[in-house]
């Protein structure tokens, strides 16, 4: 199994609702990662995570909360969130964080609508 | 700073015609270097990928990529555009700020002409 699965495809919430979007590989991975992407521009890191613990938070307001239960999956949490934070959601996945090679293996992503 | 260029945000081709898309790299040591592809409202998926070994690099969809050291570059090349090729293509470097980040490009729009 070589995919990286992001559930819902599609969210719409309001500014006080709290959602949860949610990631899931099986290839064995250590590293998982959260991107933001607007229209026309590149993803934006936002978490890694390594050995489920983690590792980078790029400064990303606390009104996202990501969590790792498991080697397996990734979530983040939304609450509060804001209309500009509407977009495409990847995640992402690679073998793990040694040396300086990382291929990661993208999720098909979560559409995220704040209304 | 180290970054990734990649010249062009919009490259538009015929049916057919040669696709090239331009990617610069700024480092002083040879990163890994990745071409990914990107359909509307998808996710990315890799095209191929530069680890040190061939400098040309051959991916899928019929693309290849050919590192230049040189010339700090690593160009993305297909002989013939297909129509299903119209997509976002991001040229991506890791090794560059440590091993926990990917440093994109700002994308290249390609546009395939019947």
């Known amino acids: 199994d070589t995919e990286v699965t992001q559930t819902p495809k599609h969210l719409v919430m309001g500014m006080t609702n709290k959602k949860s979007l949610k990631c899931e590989q099986h290839m064995g991975h250590r590293a998982m990662y959260w991107y933001k992407q607007k229209a026309k521009k590149p993803p934006e890191l936002m978490f890694v995570y390594s050995y489920e613990k983690l590792s980078i938070n790029e400064s990303v307001p606390s009104r996202f909360s990501p969590e790792c239960p498991n080697s397996s999956l990734l979530n983040l949490h939304l609450h509060a969130l804001q209309p500009e934070d509407s977009a495409l959601y990847l995640c992402?996945?690679?073998?793990?964080?040694?040396?300086?090679?990382?291929?990661?293996?993208f999720g098909p992503g979560t559409r995220l609508t704040v209304l | 700073a180290q970054s990734v260029t990649q010249l062009g945000s919009h490259v538009s081709v015929s049916e057919g015609a040669l696709v090239l898309l331009r990617c610069n790299y700024s480092?002083?040591?040879?990163?890994?270097l990745f071409w990914y592809v990107q359909y509307p409202n998808q996710g990315l998926q890799l095209l191929l990928k530069?680890?040190?070994?061939?400098?040309l690099v051959k991916g899928i969809n019929g693309f290849e990529a050919e590192f230049k050291k040189s010339e700090t570059s690593f160009h993305l090349t297909k002989p013939s555009a297909h129509m299903s090729d119209a997509a976002e293509y991001f040229c991506a470097v890791s090794g560059l700020q440590g091993a926990q980040k990917l440093v994109f490009g700002q994308g290249t729009r390609l546009t395939i002409n019947p």
């Open positions: 530069y680890t040190s070994a061939a400098t």
């Open positions: 480092s002083s040591v040879p990163p890994y």
């Open positions: 992402a996945s690679s073998q793990d964080l040694s040396g300086n090679y990382n291929e990661q293996f």
